[in-house]
């Protein structure tokens, strides 16, 4: 997700959002369900934000 995807999430969420965490990864969103490329940006990013050893 981006920073814009998530003022939108924001936006049209808020109230179910309160008092929960969204986290902005900083993938852009350019690529295909389990494309290789987005699977290895996003395994150390959520390996740090879930605290799992990289």
């Not at 924001?10 to 369900?33: E, H, M, N, R, S």
């Not at 490329?37 to 990013?45: F, G, S, T, Y």
Request: net charge positive.
């Amino acid at each position: 997700m981006e920073a814009g995807q998530n003022k939108k999430l924001t936006a049209a969420y808020g109230p179910q959002l309160a008092g929960k965490k969204v986290i902005v990864l900083g993938v852009p969103d350019k690529f295909t369900y389990m494309e290789p490329e987005l699977v290895a940006l996003l395994r150390p990013k959520l390996r740090r934000m879930l605290n799992l050893p990289l």
